[in-house]
Structure formats: C-alpha cells, structure tokens
C-alpha cells in the first residue's frame, strides 16, 4: 500500500500540472478572445461612423455642387465681354479696362455703356416687342441703372509754407473728409448728398474702401431719356478733381437659367491723376425653387440641417464633459468649426431667401427704381465660399476616420514628429524672406509694379520661388542692386532654405518607415472587412469555412465521441460535400468503427492544428519576402519576450552597433598615435631630467617627447587628445 501511495504521487502532480497548464491555456484564450471581441467592437463603431460621414460627406457636395453650374461661368463671359471690351469709338480703340482720364468716362457713359445697357431693337432695326431692354435678347434689365460718385472737401491735405498760392488741394479718399455739402444745381440726389442705407455697405476699391453714401443719379428706362440725363450731368460738371470714385451699378435676369447677373464697375481717380478702372460680376441664383432638381437640393438642405443640429448637441455634450480639455484634440477644433460655418451657412440661407422675394415685390411694384441686388450678390458670393471652405473641412475630417489605417497615418505622423522642426526652421526662413521682401519694396517699388507694395513684394517672392519673375524689369529699375537682389534671393531662399525645409520631411518620413517596419503588424480594418466578408460568404454557402474551426465546433458540446452521421450533417452544413466529409473521416476513424472517438478527435485537431499554423508561416513569410523583399529577416524573438519588445531591441543593438564602431574608430586613431610616439621616443637621447622641468600643467614639455607609454596614458587622463595635438612641436602623422 504505500509503495502504491508514492506511485500515485507523481501521477498526481502530473495531473495537477496538467490542469494548471489547461486553466492558463484558457485564461489565456479568454483575454485574448476579449482582445479581439473588443477590437472588433471598435472598429465597427468606426465604420458606423465613417459611413454615417460619408452620407453627410455626399450630402453636402449635392449641394455644393448644385449652386454653381458652368453656365455661370459663360453668362458672366458674355456680361464681362460686352461691357469691358466694346471700343469707345469707330475711330478710338480703346475699352473700359484703359479708361485714362475723366473725358474717356464721360465718352464711356454715352457710347458703350448705354449701347450695352439698351437693346430695343433686332439685329434688322426692328423694335422689340416688349419695352423692356433685353440684353443679347435673352437678359432682361432689372429697373434702371444707378450712376453714383464720393467726393473729399477742399484743402484736406496739409500745404507747404512755400506753395500757400495754391488754394485747392484734395487729398485721398477717406470717410472723415468726404464731401457731403451739394454742388452744382442743388436740386436732386445728383447734386445733394445722400447718406448711406440703413445696412451699411462699403467697397473695397484699389485704393481705398468707399462708403455707400454719396451723389448719385438713377438712368431713365429707355436709351433717349438716360442720354439726356447723362448729358445734363456732363454739362453740369459733375466729375470734378474733388470725385474719387464713380460706381455705375445694374442687374439683369436670365430666366432661360434662372440666373441674376449683380454688375458694379468701378472707376477710381486717385490724388496723383488719371484713371484706375475694376470690375464686379455676380451670377448667382438667388431664386431657388423653382424646378424638380431644386426641389430635390432642398431635401437635401433638409436632411443637412438634421445633421448639424445632431453634429451640435453632440459638440455641446462633449465640451460640457470635458470643459476645456476638449480644444487640446485638433480634430475636435474642426468639428467646432465645421459646426460654426454650417450654422452660419443656414442662417444666410434663410435670410437671403426672404429678402429676395421681399426685394422682387417691390421691384415689380415699381418697375422704373433702382433694385439693390449687390448686397444679396454680394453675400450669395460670400455664403458660397463659406460652403466652399465646409466642404474642404469635410473633406479633411476624412483623415480622422481612417488614420487608423498604417498606410493613412504615415502623412499625419510625419507632419506632427518634424513640427518642431519645421516651426524652428520656418523662423529662420520667413526672417531671411521678409528681409528680402523689404529690401524688394525699397529698390523697385516706385518703377517695378509686382514690388509696388509690400504684400505684392511677398507673392512676388513665392512667384520667383516657383519659376515665375520678369528679369529684364528688375535689371531695368536697378542695373546694379537687381540682379544682386534676384541672385542672393534665389541661392539662399531656393537652393538653400527651401532644400533645407525639403530635407527635414524626408528625413522624418524615412525615419517614420523604418519605425512602421519595426513595428508589429496589428490588426486592421482591412482584416476585420475581409473577415466580415468570408463569414457572409459562408453564410451563404458561396465559400467554404476553414476546416479545423468547423471539426472544433462541431465536437464542441458533445463528450468528443462523433459519429459519422453527426459528422456528415455539420460538414455538410458548412458547405462540404459527402466525398470530401466521407474521406476526412475514414482517414481518422483508425478502428473503423464507424465513430470518432476522443484520442482520435485529439489526433484529427492536433494534426490540423499544425497544417493550419504551417500554412500561417508559410503565408506571412511569403508576405514578408514580398514587403520586405530588399530587407534582412530578423531572427525569431524569444517564447518569453514580446515580438513588439524584441524588435524594438534589436532596432537599439543596431544603433548601439553603430555607436561602438565609432568608438573603435576613435580607438584605433589613439593607437596610431601611441605607435607614433614610442618611435619618437626610440630614435631620441634619453634625457633622465627632462621630467624635473615639467610645468605644473598637464601638458608635455614643448619639445621633450621621451616620456614613457604609461606616463603618456596618465596624461590621457588628464587632458584633451584634440588639445594635445594643438601643442607645438613635430606634428604627428
């Protein structure tokens, strides 16, 4: 009995090792199986989210995309070609754009501009049939034009004591020295100030931003009447040297299109004389639903409302749980933003949409006023390049879904690991650049009109950068200081600087490479969209599942005897036929008995077990050698270190490598100097008292080079190799 007892014994603390080994084996199996259900978890929420995105992404580009058409394009065209390139004369063949003086407006007004405005007639001289004026017979002329001008008073510029002779000076515009008394006649908005409306609206000219008050005079509804009223004001001298700025404002409507055309032209006389003529065209469509497709653009806007008001309250939960921690992340900046710019967006919407309507009922009530469309054009223009910028916006918050993505993340990582370096080196850069921005504007702003101020001294830079500069100007305005400036300018900002920006990415994306190679592969969306896929596939019988999950499933539950019928039903219903089940089978059942038992069960998974993880090998050192195919395996890591440690340690041995054949670099080179020294020592005298009058430095006599090798090492200890080369005496080779 007790040589019995101590048999059981190790039989016992066998069994007792063996259940610990099971019980870690499916500890383990259940972490990782947590792992996996998590991982998957997320990236299902992932691409909920990213689809939910991608319905907003497509929603918002319908409606971007139908605001703008091409016939925009060509409708202002054809406005911008009749009304900026007719001559002025049969005789003069000069346009609007090279208007010189105040008699070419004049001569502008009566002949180009009221033929363009007026077109009564066919092409035959017969008249119209309607009296209103069709423009190219198809763009109907809304109420009638408006002519307007700003004034500044006399003497609003500061005299010299020795020009005091002069008594009229007229400085340049600016909304404290507008002239606001009347003039001329005194009778009519023509020659009586008139405040700016109730909305304030300035323009942005070349030289300075006018107000929307001043002197102005509504055209008459036919060609004969707005002559006459053109030519009263001519008579009248209403341009004088006191006018800065004449706006001659008019709308037309195509309804082929289903487009406004808002025109302003602009024609500026600045304090130094002459003529500076710009332009506004606005084709916009302010009318919006009048067809099936806009009615279709409005479930959209519909449905794009829905999604920023969600998009909001989600915004405001976040930042109400997270305070200000919330603005740290730089794509929830951009949400924000996002957000900001679609609510502002839908407010204009609904603004423009009642003001238009308001404005077409008085304009229809009274058809001979002048109707201000500019302030909607102008704002339609504004809220299309707010549309515009969303869509951008949209566009990059795609990175924010897919930076999980290796291949995704490489931009992103890049930018944000060489951002130091990129800030630092942009400081140098831009000092160097602004630097020769204003030596630019000093030399050639007076002659040179790409440097006549100091912003078109910086895009003219960026030009030059680019390839894009006219030499000949340059060398013109200054034979000696232009070609020194355009010279330094392109070695050290092109060459140099910008080479320089260009090497800072490359080193770090490289730098990004090698990590990402280094790094252990983890599971990706594409692995979990590819295991999507084959689980629907074998769901619908279109593809078989893999062999050793089919057999483990269909044992599980049983007490792992299966008999071949069972067997055949479960392999059948994982879309294996009869031969294929029936072969399997008979290659375990080894007692053709009809029936797996549990050691045969064990042999088949076993088996198919280790063709399955032959297979993995096989499959990863085939993609290895694909991917890495100029690279040198690594070796395997070790059963007790993590294959993402194990790399990351060989990736430091590597660099620890590099490090010690620098060091036996350095090594080598004090042994040559050592070998150096003792041959100097051989071939002089021996002088016993040379070391009696050492100085009480560290440093050898100036020319006694007899001491000995240990006496030379101690002196390593003390001092520096490089200042022990420096000393003077025979040099070493």
Same mark, same amino acid.
């Given at each position: ?24 084996e499916s ?33 918002i ?16 065209k ?17 346009n609007?754009?090279s208007?010189?003086?105040m ?64 008594t ?6 600016l ?10 006649p ?16 300035s ?6 931003t006018y107000?929307?008050g ?10 004969s ?30 309804a ?10 602009v ?20 009318l919006r ?16 409302i829905?999604f ?27 949400d924000?933003?996002?957000v ?30 002048y109707p ?82 100091f ?11 680019l ?29 140099v ?46 593809? *078989?599942?893999?062999?050793?999950? !089919?057999?483990? =499933? #269909? @044992?599980?539950? +049983? /007490? ?15 879309g ?23 050691k ?30 100029e ?11 993590s294959?993402?440690d ?6 430091h ?9 620098d ?5 080598? *080179?004090?042994l040559?100097?050592? !070998?150096?020294? =003792? #041959? @100097?020592?051989? +071939? /002089? ?7 009696d ?9 100036p ?31």
């Open positions: 009995m007790h040589s019995l007892g101590k048999d059981d014994k190790p039989s016992r603390n066998k069994k007792r090792q063996a259940l610990k080994k099971s019980s870690c500890t383990e199996k259940t972490i990782q199986a947590h792992k996996s259900s998590s991982r998957d978890l997320r990236i299902k929420t992932t691409l909920q989210d990213l689809l939910i995105y991608i319905i907003f992404l497509i929603d580009c319908i409606l971007t995309f139908g605001q703008i058409s091409t016939d925009m394009y060509y409708h202002t054809v406005m911008s070609k009749l009304f900026l390139e007719s001559s002025l004369s049969e005789k003069d063949k000069s609007y754009k208007l010189g003086s008699e070419d407006i004049w001569t502008y007004f009566e002949g180009p501009l009221l033929d363009g405005l007026y077109w009564d007639s066919w092409y035959n001289k017969k008249s119209l049939p309607t009296n209103e004026s069709h423009i190219y017979y198809e763009n109907v002329l809304l109420g009638v034009p408006r002519i307007r001008q700003v004034k500044v008073v006399n003497k609003s510029c500061p005299l010299h004591s020795s020009f005091v002779s002069i009229q000076c007229f400085d340049s515009y909304s404290e020295e507008e002239d606001k008394s009347p003039f001329g005194k009778n009519g908005t023509a020659w009586e100030y008139m405040a700016p409306r109730s909305i304030p609206e323009h942005w000219g070349m030289i300075a107000s929307s001043g002197f102005y005079m509504d055209l008459g509804s036919t060609k009447k707005s002559a006459k009223l053109i030519k009263n004001l001519k008579d009248n001298l209403w341009l004088s040297r006191a006018t800065r700025a004449v706006f001659v404002d008019f709308s037309v409507y195509n082929n299109l289903n487009l406004f055309c808002v025109v302003r032209l024609a500026e006389t600045p304090a130094t004389g002459g003529v500076l003529t710009s332009w506004e065209f606005y084709s916009v469509k302010l639903y009048i067809s099936k497709y806009d009615y279709f653009l409005a479930s959209c806007e519909v449905l794009f829905l920023i008001f969600a998009f909001f309250i989600q915004e405001c939960i976040d930042i109400y749980k997270t305070k200000w921690n919330y603005f740290k992340n730089g794509w929830n900046c951009i924000v933003l996002l900001v710019l679609s609510l502002m967006a839908i407010f204009f919407n609904v603004y423009r949409t009642v003001n238009v309507e308001s404005l077409l009922y008085r304009l229809l009530k009274n058809p001979h006023k201000n469309f500019h302030f909607l054009a102008f704002w339609q223009t504004q809220y299309n390049n707010m549309i515009a910028v969303n869509v951008f916006i949209s566009w990059v918050k795609v990175f924010k879904y897919i930076s999980f993505n290796r291949t995704m993340s490489t931009l992103s990582s890049t930018l944000s690991h060489c951002a130091k370096d990129i800030i630092g080196f942009a400081v140098m850069f831009f000092i160097v650049f602004f630097a020769y921005a204003q030596l630019g504007y000093l030399l050639f702003g007076c002659q040179v009109d790409s440097f006549s101020s912003k078109n001294c910086i895009f003219t830079q960026f030009l030059v950068i390839g894009e500069i006219n030499f000949n100007e340059l060398e013109q305005a200054n034979r000696i200081l232009g070609p020194i400036y355009f010279t330094t300018f392109v070695f050290f900002v092109f060459f600087l910008l080479n320089m920006f260009l090497a800072i990415i490359n080193d770090t994306y490289a730098e990004i490479k090698c990590d990402q190679s280094l790094q252990m592969t983890e599971y990706e969306m594409s692995d979990f969209i590819k295991k999507t896929c084959n689980t629907a596939l074998v769901k619908l019988r279109l593809k *078989k599942e893999q062999l050793v999950d !089919n057999i483990t =499933e #269909s @044992i599980r539950g +049983t /007490e792992g005897i299966i008999s071949v019928k069972q067997f055949q039903v479960e392999m059948l219903k994982k294996y036929t009869e031969e294929e089940t029936k072969e399997v089978f008979m290659k375990y059942d080894v007692n053709r008995d009809r029936k797996l038992s549990k045969e069960v064990d042999t088949m998974t076993s088996e198919l077990e280790k063709q399955e993880y032959d297979l993995a090998q096989q499959h990863s050192a085939l993609k290895k050698d694909t991917t890495h195919g690279e040198e395996d690594l070796p395997s890591p070790p059963e007790f270190v294959k993402q194990y790399q990351r340690m060989v990736k041995v590597f660099q620890l490598e590099e490090r010690i054949d060091i036996t670099f350095m090594n080598n *080179k004090l040559i100097q050592l !070998n150096s020294l =003792e #041959s @100097i020592t051989s +071939t /002089e005298s021996r002088e016993k008292d040379d070391w009058f050492l100085p009480p430095t560290p440093y050898p006599p020319h006694k080079h007899s001491y000995t090798k240990s006496k030379f090492r101690q002196l390593l200890k003390s001092s520096n190799v490089n200042e022990l080369e420096e000393e003077e005496g025979p040099k070493l080779e």
